[in-house]
């Protein structure tokens, strides 16, 4: 029997709302982003998937609630939680699982109802005795009133020995433009701070010169491996506001560090060594991205962190235990995610007044970055500034609960914008919340939306033959996120602020993603066999739908992809293309990537008879086209038989090379 999804999309629209979600992900789905993860797929988009498997076609419409109730869906691969996010608003019961603990805290912590007052009573607590352990190494003494104030963050410069003399090399000189036009920079000689076209009165200077990156060329700097990598940056400015000001005329100060401020810094780092930290449980693990960190003399997560930044982590594991578990998984997360703003390789991009938010976060580019320019932020800092706690607590966990009671649509089309504003409508009815159960016997029809999550790897999924009705996932894009690799950087510190909360030992090479070109061996064809093989065994073959999103460039992913969904006995149903990726995305900006997915449906081969031609040619230059084109050809691949794995790529090679 069919299902609306076979034979009907709305394509257009998909687009017209993903093209607007791409750019702001987290504000159509605040309560999806409590922590960071990689390569979130549009809320929208999987609505709109999921809305095709409603079989009553009067809940099908995109703006309807509900339509699945007493259905289960699992997302064997879940990542930030996407597809369980919308299936619950829809009524069904949800199953999420992922080899990576942060995923299935995430999940837990988001789609749990909670008491939004109690919480909020919580983080007041946590913070306000955080603060007092922490902000005393984040004063200063406002340069205008002289008055005690907090340090919103500071920026330093990187030692670096260049043709043989000591320097400091930094993004810029030019910290400021203001609207105005009028400038503040730093003198490269003393390093003062100096307002617009004021010139420093200094002649000599014992401190190591100032130089700007472009004025140098990496051949020419060395970099100091000897030295940990927190203690490779020199602060040069402390960014403040005057406590003296009405708030708004808190304007930024920019101030050079004094003798109080380098000795607040002294003794943090004084403090460092006898914090409990032992450096073996923060060894760096080998790893794709990860192996960006040991040329750089880099072996230890700690090394990564100022001593003020060790204090904060300190402070709030020692915090922690004193509250319940619910409060405490979503503190804790708070803490973990917090890091991607709270760590020396953030970089300053508060450069143009008209930027907002001055942190270059950590994970910017998919990958590690290490700026020439630092920025240590205060994460106790009393305003929601950028990569403040009070600034995450307000964005991911309040904005994301309030949100999840009374989830709301962007309203497409000739009522999109009423007054200017961007007209989003509430989903009355819909809860983007559920009760946790502990199996799936327990998501009967008749009960209220439930979730069940699973740590571990999907080639062995803890559930019963034939208990889904639809698989809804998107596997790793081959070689495109290293997510185990790169959530080392969390995860070292979530093992000691939720030591309960997950199993912390895992087998990370259980990642399904392709190790690009480290010297191990590629399992990702091996695994992808292992999860769909699983995927097959536990989809109810009445109307059951295998659904996922992918795209990539790279003939293996597709080879890969082939092999993996013949060996578990799926063909392709149909599928379709949609909008996925915001253009203007750093870490895909200048490269030749794609920016749409491939939205592909399969049911078990023996149901399936649709029958593929094989594509004249794919289409290499329009992104859209290519991905639809490599939909057909998978479909067409399903169906030859006797093709062995190598001939599988070789075919794929041919096609993916215009051949
Ligand atoms: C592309 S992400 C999913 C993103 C998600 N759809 C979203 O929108 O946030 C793929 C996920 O697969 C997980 N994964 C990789 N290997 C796995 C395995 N063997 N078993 C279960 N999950 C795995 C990764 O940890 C990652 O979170």
Redesign the pocket.
Known sequence: MTIPLDTDFDTDFANQIAQLEAYNKHHYRPN?YLHK?????CGST?RLILKQLVADEAQRDYYTPGGLAGKIIL?????????LHEAIRLGAHVIG????PI?VLQARATLTKVDLAELERAYKRFYTELRKAVSPYFQTICPESGLATAVNYTLYGVRRICNGRDVIVVDSLVLRVETDGSTIRLCPRCHAVLWDTAVCPCDVSDKPPLLEKSAISSEDEVNDLERPFYQRYVPLVLVTRCPGRADTAKRLLFKTPDAHDLALLAEADALRSSLPFAPADFAIEPGRKSRQLTPRGIHNYLDLFSSRQLLYLHHAIQLLPQFDEKIRLNLGLLVSTSLEFNAMLCGYKGKNRRRAGAIRHTFSHHAYSFPYTALENNPVYPRQASGTLAKLFQSRIRNGRLWAQKPRERVIGKRSTVNGKQYFVEIVGERDSGVEVRSVAEMTPDREPSFLLLQ????QLDLPDRSVDFIV?????FDS?Q??DL?AFFRVWLRHLLPEAAQWAYDTQ????DPHQLDSESRYTE?MS??FAECKRVLREENGRFIF?FHHWNPKGWAALTVALRQAGFALVTRYVVHSENPISVHITGMKALLHDAILVFAPAESVNVVWERPSHINLTDSERFCYDCGTFLGWMLQQDGVGETAVLDLWQAALDGE
């Open positions: 999806s993860w990689w390569a979130r797929r999987f997302d064997p691969m879940m990542g930030g939680g996407t597809t699982a992922d080899l990576e995923p571990g790897s999907s080639t996932t998107d596997p790793p894009y996120v997510y185990s959530a259980e990642s399904a993603v695994l292992g999860i999103t």
